[in-house]
């Protein structure tokens, strides 16, 4: 569940920085994307989370908070129906839920040490042109659509596709959805996105 929580996280900072490309041109989305997230000190939205498992017709929604902060601050938070906080500082990073918590150095541990690398390069507008992803843009009447095919090993074997939507008239991002290996599929839509606005340090804090 961790690493999905934390995959997710990636793709939905990714989203989020694609708000202002308005062009249909797939080499100009790009460069709009790296001027746009030069501007960008700080974001939060809140998000609602629904899994579909293909065996089941039940859905499990969560929903919960997220918050940025640049450059290597990250707060993923659910609040309903249960609570569980991930906090990115630095190098440092927080697990916590209700009967626990843990703190992990990310420079002992390879595998957060390379999850926190892609998060990374997804807040500062790599994304797209990262190596773990082959990606691709186009344009529909109402929006635009990013397409990120996972291309490290450990990413495939959990993430098949992912797809990234924002509202064409608005440059709102709207939903993003991530399609596993086997055609579970979590969809998470955004709302009360806010950039640039002033968020406490305490809200990263690792302890």
């Known amino acids: 569940m961790m690493k999905r929580t934390i995959l997710t996280l990636c793709c939905l900072l990714a989203s989020l920085l694609l708000t202002q490309a308005q062009n249909t041109d797939e080499a100009s989305i790009r460069r709009r994307l790296n001027e746009a997230t030069a501007r960008i000190n700080a974001l939060s939205c809140d998000f609602v989370q629904t899994k579909q498992l293909s065996m089941l017709k039940d859905k499990m929604v969560s929903k919960g908070r997220m918050c940025y902060k640049k450059s290597d601050r990250?707060?993923?938070?659910?609040?309903?129906?249960?609570?569980?906080?991930?906090?990115?500082?630095?190098?440092?990073?927080?697990?916590?839920?209700?009967?626990?918590?843990?703190?992990?150095?990310?420079?002992?541990?390879?595998?957060?040490?390379?999850?926190?690398?892609?998060?990374l390069s997804s807040v500062v507008g790599n994304c797209l042109d990262d190596k773990n992803f082959k990606s691709s843009l186009k344009a529909t009447a109402t929006e635009y659509v990013a397409t990120l095919t996972p291309q490290r090993k450990n990413m495939k074997q959990m993430f098949r596709l992912i797809t990234l939507h924002f509202d064409r008239k608005s440059s709102c991002v709207t939903r993003v959805e991530l399609t596993e290996k086997n055609d579970d599929r979590t969809v998470i839509e955004l709302n009360n996105i806010h950039l640039n606005e002033t968020l406490s340090d305490d809200l990263f804090l690792v302890r």
């Not at 990250?74 to 609570?83: A, F, N």
């Not at 209700?98 to 390379?114: A, G, L, P, T, Y």
């Open 74 to 119: 990250l707060r993923w938070e659910y609040t309903s129906p249960y609570t569980y906080v991930f906090i990115l500082n630095g190098n440092e990073v927080l697990l916590k839920n209700k009967n626990r918590s843990d703190i992990i150095d990310v420079d002992q541990n390879r595998m957060f040490r390379e999850i926190v690398q892609i998060m």
